[in-house]
């Protein structure tokens, strides 16, 4: 009898040994049905203040139901919102999955942070997993890779900017908009659209400075579901340009002819570029005249040249006349430079008549009568004597 | 001394100069001719200071001849000087020989050579005239050959050159006076007929020489 109730007090420790050893085997056994089997992070790389989704999908694989009193993202110095809606979450059958989305805001210096995802589940045992988020404030990489040496106010020309992604995810809606302080462009904004990891794109601006201010140059770009933009901006410095055409005259004849002058000679493209629609013309106080007012000469390639003659005409007494040679670029600015012309190497002219200058002396008109007398007095002398 | 007297003779006392100095059918020529030649002489330089100045108004092609076309000129004056004497001289012989005059043509060469005097200074004061006045004046080239034409008769037409016109026949009408005297000794006409011989023939040079002006 004695060494029954031994026996049973032995039962007795053995059985509060086991249960709780078969209620921990029970325990484990409801975590490991369940696992996290993805991690959505939208977008990938976070910039200060940006805000993102993060969803986490949880798989049931085990044969039973698994009841979940709530799922929550503990943040790690990012701000996390929406994980109210996971307050009370349900069960999730054999072989389901739940995804579970939460919004986070990085307003946290630059890094990898891992916020904390935690499922309860009704049986006290809960799934933890540690989600991890970068946060990156390295813009978009923007430079500007052709630019005039020097801007003429007014001058049309060319500048391109580059828009490079250094990044590690894909922006998108990339666009280049100048700011228009103090300067023209052709084109309103330049649409890039979406630039992958170490992808870089050109736009070139064809601007019109007409002050010395800065060009502005804004790229907007969206990461994710939030809006950034990058400035950059060209210096404008006013000068000449070393490339641009430049005509010079030469072999200068000015000649006389009737009521006008003739001039002929050279026009010469001594710069870099092409000089288009080159007109040789004269300038006040020269009066232009048939039958060339104006000389179109045409395109001049560098170096090339070409003759041009212009007539005009000039009141007497004008000793300087402007010679003006026009032309234009490839964007239709104008250029003009004048030349002034001395006429006193030319025959001085009147409007009316290829002889000038003749004014009868009155010395002549006392010669003639002086003549006259004398031959009368000669005449009537020789015949008086006969 | 003697050839001062027999010059103002010549211009002053005609009558006196040629009695008793045309005699026979060949009387000397050297001193007729040696007064023509100068006056072909001053003439032909007349003519370079002219030809330079139309030149200029050449085009441009043709302004490159200028050398040779004022060698034309040059020539042409002097040689225009001496036929121009004879040309005279025959016109003077036709017209008195109508009038009854006698006597060999050479007379009348010799005559007519004297009598060319008077316009050898009319020639230096023409000419003074003439260079004066274009070297004050500026002539321009005319491009158009159908425009020289009318440019050397607008040159030609200025108040300037008529003036020296106007001194030339001045200077003519003088000569005009020593042919009247020279052809009654050369011719034996009456003064009359002299008169009228020589008389025509320097009306129509005169009208010649005028009427462009007037007209």
Not at chain 1, 326 to 341: A, R
Not at chain 2, 29 to 53: C, D, E, R, T
Not at chain 2, 69 to 85: D, E, N, P
Request: proline share 5%.
């Amino acid at each position: 009898m004695k060494y029954r109730y031994i026996l049973y007090v032995c039962c007795i420790l053995l059985g509060l040994c086991i249960v709780p050893a078969m209620a921990a085997d029970s325990s484990t056994t409801v975590e490991g049905q369940l696992g996290v089997t993805d991690v959505t992070i939208d977008p990938g790389v976070f910039m200060y203040g940006d805000s993102g989704m993060v969803k986490v999908t949880v798989t049931n694989t085990g044969t039973t139901s698994v009841a979940i009193a709530r799922a929550k993202l503990y943040p790690s110095e990012l701000d996390v919102m929406g994980d109210e809606n996971y307050g009370s979450v349900g069960s999730i059958g054999p072989g389901n999955s739940l995804q579970f989305t939460f919004t986070i805001v990085a307003d946290a210096a630059d890094g990898i942070y891992y916020p904390l995802f935690y499922l309860d589940l009704r049986d006290a045992s809960s799934l933890r997993y540690r989600v991890p988020v970068k946060v990156e404030n390295t813009g978009l990489s923007v430079s500007v890779t052709d630019r005039p040496d020097a801007f003429t106010s007014g001058k049309k020309e060319d500048v391109t900017i580059m828009v490079g992604n250094p990044w590690e995810n894909t922006v998108n809606g990339v666009v280049i908009t100048p700011m228009l302080n103090g300067f023209e462009t052709t084109e309103t904004s330049h649409f890039i659209g979406t630039l992958i990891p170490d992808q870089a794109a050109d736009a070139t601006f064809s601007v019109t400075p007409y002050t010395e201010n800065a060009m502005e140059f804004t790229i907007h770009y969206r990461n994710g579901m939030n809006d950034h933009e990058v400035s950059t901006s060209v210096p404008v410095t006013f000068g000449i340009d070393r490339k641009q055409a430049e005509t010079v005259l030469n072999n200068i004849v000015v000649t006389p002819e009737g009521d006008h002058y003739i001039v002929t000679g050279d026009v010469t493209n001594a710069g870099l570029e092409d000089a288009k629609s080159v007109q040789v013309t004269t300038g006040s106080p020269a009066v232009p005249v048939d039958p060339y007012r104006s000389y179109v000469v045409g395109a001049l390639e560098p170096d090339d040249f070409a003759s041009f003659e212009v007539t005009f005409s000039a009141e007497q007494g004008i000793e300087n006349v402007q010679l003006i040679t026009n032309y234009k670029d490839k964007d239709g600015n104008l250029y003009s430079s004048q030349l002034t012309l001395p006429l006193d190497s030319a025959a001085v002219t009147d409007k009316k008549s290829p002889v000038a200058g003749d004014d009868l002396p009155f010395v002549w008109i006392v010669v003639v009568i002086i003549c006259a007398a004398v031959v009368a007095g000669v005449i009537y002398n020789s015949w008086k004597k006969k | 001394m003697s050839i001062m007297m027999n010059i103002a003779d010549i211009l002053l006392r005609p009558a006196a100069f040629f009695s008793g100095r045309i005699v026979g059918d060949k009387p000397g020529l050297k001193m007729p001719l040696l007064i023509v030649m100068i006056y072909g002489i001053l003439s032909a330089l007349s003519a370079a200071n002219v030809s330079s100045a139309t030149m200029v108004m050449m085009p441009a092609e043709i302004a490159g001849m200028e050398t040779l076309m004022t060698g034309i000129a040059v020539v042409s004056a002097f040689i225009g000087a001496l036929i121009f004497w004879v040309i005279i001289a025959a016109i003077f012989h036709g017209i008195s020989a109508l009038r009854g005059g006698k006597g060999d043509f050479q007379r009348t060469l010799v005559v007519t050579g004297y009598g060319t005097l008077p316009m050898v200074f009319g020639s230096v004061l023409s000419g003074t005239i003439i260079y004066l006045y274009l070297s004050g004046v500026t002539i321009r080239p005319v491009s158009d050959p159908m425009q020289v034409s009318a440019a050397i008769s607008e040159l030609m037409s200025v108040p300037s050159m008529m003036i020296a016109g106007v001194v030339s026949l001045i200077f003519v009408i003088w000569s005009a006076n020593i042919w009247v005297f020279g052809m009654q000794e050369a011719r034996s006409i009456s003064g009359r007929d002299a008169l009228i011989t020589v008389g025509i023939p320097v009306v129509i040079y005169g009208l010649i020489t005028f009427l462009p002006y007037i007209g």
